[in-house]
């Protein structure tokens, strides 16, 4: 690559080029944040690893602390990366890659660790080449601990004195040329979340015969087979968009995407991380998710995927991670010791939050670092990264990991002062802009609203929604019998209390599971997890002991009746749905409550489930002999190809859908005609109103033309329901019955078709019945009354 040169060095100081890499017609620009650096130096590479640097350019630095540099005779896909000298360690003269040259100390005053020895890549680099985990390393005789500093040693060879330009992720120039289709700005109101991984979506092999498996299902009919190579890849979930779309959902959350840590081989457990909570780089999507390996082949394929959502109508959601990073902590409680390869060896003052010692903190988050939004440059790193994905990856919206950290200020206190540090800022500058930026590009920003050091639901500016902690755990203890009524009433009517003033009922995001914790199937199945267990199914270390899970006493029949309470609810609430992938047909993890580690097929949307009336009696099919889920659900009382729960899984999301009244946007508001929905709360007499202690209660949701009675019995006796009259002109309808005895119509009849009820229904023991209004039959033909 001699034929590479720099263009118009004089003007690099002056010049304006945003950070990153960007190429044109007339170059390459590259533009990396390091304001305590005395020198840095762009490298590039003609090779992912193995190779030494074939050109370098010493780039410029300007006012805004920014180091420039333009090139020209590159191609775009390029590889670069960077080495960085500084206060603790000064360019000398004679230096190169390996060498002690200049060496001062592993950190500066501030805290910097700069190490001209260690490569750097661009932390806002669009696609890296691998992460730090990478096999590959091994075959090079090298594993990530080439990467830290310090003076212990490796192999004789002090860590700090390892020349990493060999074997550090490359940063890949991209050009943005492709196009995501136009997205379909579905109201809050409306969203009913689908929270999965890439890989949990369609990497086990029953994905390959889905549109065999889904045949007899109604409505299903567009869903395909996914090809065997696009299984567990962007491409292959860009296919499931009609299953999703069918199912009765429109959004679909992917967890982390964003380049992580994990070795390819899971190799070791704390290296397998399946679930991508270890953000490398804010801007490059996981390679490994990616059928399209080749440089830039990520990104298209990214591209291309949510154009398939946005095709059918539907919108894609990024759980993001900006509370920490990959980069890790202090090794061994080693201040010296780091294992940084883009943002602290860059400016680790300014991005990460330390001690009056320089250790890095990670108080809020437990992951070894915690980042430092008392920072500009940390919060511009956010915002040039959601802007990233909106603008140029079409993305719809955020979920963010312990969001709260966002709005700590480390700067407003003493770096040692923990009570102090543990505040909470809802004005924090960070959280306004991100509110701001989702108002003007239409899309949905949701925080995790706690982390270590606090619980913050409710508390977030106005403009985020929030998932509700408070929703899981009331609706939780309610249906395992509790009695804890005020709470659970709350929750249904979308939690007034914390989020009447921040936007609408649409802000709360109502769920009672998510990946982390049981899921539904195992909520109902297990008194405690279940984590210390052979793969594929664990081991798995963490996770909560406190999951408010209650294993029905053994009884599989109730635990599927139990399964459809627990859809009812959540569809019937105000505020936006959410659930996990599988949750609709019954997946099982078999009591493991944490499988962050886990790259397991047992761990996968097992399709097969779908086709049968016992969908926990399936094969595994996860290529380990043996391996067999735990059948707590038994035999759905329906016809063998059926799977009960699915089908009313699929009425329930499908239902909300279609009536207004179930996608409110205020509270007591009807959108767009502006008429009052109430949600009102009756005994089962009709006299009173529910007290704490109770275990039964009546749901008027009380709406104009469209009324519904959701009758709850969360006791173990038959319970009689008392309901006022229709109106005039009306009928109520059985829409729904979650009882066994409804199992041969999948606990569900069409609207219209359910059979006319009066005054008062026998709701049975551990069920839920829903009453809707219509029109009176016209009287041409006979319509059966349900008696009690």
Known sequence: MSYVIALDEKSWPRAEWPLGAHPSAEGITFAVYAPAATRVQLEIYPEAMGVAASNTFLLAKGDDDIWRGKVQGL???????????????????????????????????????????????????????????????????????????????????????????????????????????????????????????????????????????????????????????????????????????????????????????????????DKSNAWGYMTLDFFAPNRSYAFDQSLGGPTR?????????????????????????????????????????????????????????????????????????????????????????????????????????????????????WTAQKRFFTDHPLLLAIAHMASRRRIEVIAEAWDLWGYEVGNFPRGWGEWNGRYRDAVRRFSKGDGNMTDFLDMVNGDYHHFHDSGGAQKTINFIDAHDGFNLADLVSYQNKVNDQPFPFGPSDGGSDNNLSWDSGGDQSLRRQRLRNLWTILFMSRGVPMVVAGDEFGRTQNGNNNPWALHSLAMCNNYAAVATNQPQAIDVDAGVEDAIYHDNLGKFDTEPHVNGLFRFATFMANLRQRHESLQQKHYGDLIPDNEDVSYLFHTP???????????????????????????????????????????????????????????????????????????????????IVVWHQLERPDGSRPVPVWQD
Do not use: C
């Not at 969360?714 to 979650?738: C, K």
């Open 301 to 417: 394929e990214f591209k291309d995927m949510v154009s398939a959502f946005h095709d059918h109508g539907l919108e894609v959601y990024l759980d993001v991670v900006y509370n920490h990073t990959a980069e890790g902590g202090n090794w061994n409680g080693d201040a010296a010791v780091t294992g940084f390869t883009n943002l602290g060896g860059f400016a680790t003052a300014e991005y990460y939050q330390m001690t009056s010692a320089k250790t890095l903190v990670d108080g809020a988050t437990g992951t070894g670092n915690q980042m430092n939004y008392s920072s500009q440059a940390a919060v511009d790193l956010v915002l040039d990264s959601l802007m990233y994905w909106t603008d140029d990856m079409g993305v719809d919206g955020f979920r963010f990991d312990l969001a709260t950290v966002l709005g700590r200020k480390p700067a407003a206190a003493d770096a040692d002062d």
């Open 75 to 269: 191609q775009l896909n390029a590889l670069y990366a960077y080495r960085v000298w500084g206060p603790n360690w000064p360019y000398v003269d004679g230096w190169e890659p390996g060498s002690e040259l200049g060496f001062e100390a592993d950190f500066d005053e501030a805290g910097n660790r700069f190490n001209p020895n260690k490569a750097l890549f661009d932390p806002y680099a669009r696609e890296v080449t691998h992460n730090v985990y990478s096999d590959a390393l091994l075959d090079l005789g090298v594993d990530d601990g080439v990467f830290g500093t310090g003076d212990d040693e490796v192999d004789g060879v002090p860590r700090r004195l390892i020349d990493t330009g060999p074997y550090v992720p490359k940063g890949v120039v991209i050009a943005s040329t492709a196009t995501v289709s136009p997205r379909p700005h579905i109201p809050g109101e409306r969203a009913a979340i689908y929270e999965t991984s890439v890989e949990q979506l369609t990497a086990h092999p029953s994905a390959a015969r889905l549109g065999e498996l889904l045949a007899r299902e109604p409505a299903f009919g567009d869903v395909v087979d996914i090809p065997e190579q696009f299984l567990g890849t962007y491409k292959g979930a860009g296919m499931m968009a009609p299953y999703l779309k069918a199912l009765g959902f429109t959004t679909i959350e992917l967890l982390p995407i964003h380049e992580t840590n994990a070795s390819e081989s899971g190799r070791e457990t």
């Open 685 to 767: 007499s009709g006299d009173g109103y529910p007290q704490e202690g109770q275990r039964a209660v009546a749901v008027h949701i009380n709406s104009p033309g469209d009324d519904f009675w959701m009758m709850v019995n969360m006791t173990s006796e038959a319970i009689d329901f008392r309901v006022q009259a229709a109106e005039e002109g009306n009928v109520w309808r059985r829409l729904i019955d979650t009882a066994s005895w409804a199992e041969p119509a999948s606990n569900h009849w069409p609207e219209g078709d359910g059979m006319i009820v009066r005054d008062v229904a026998t709701v049975q023991p551990w069920s």
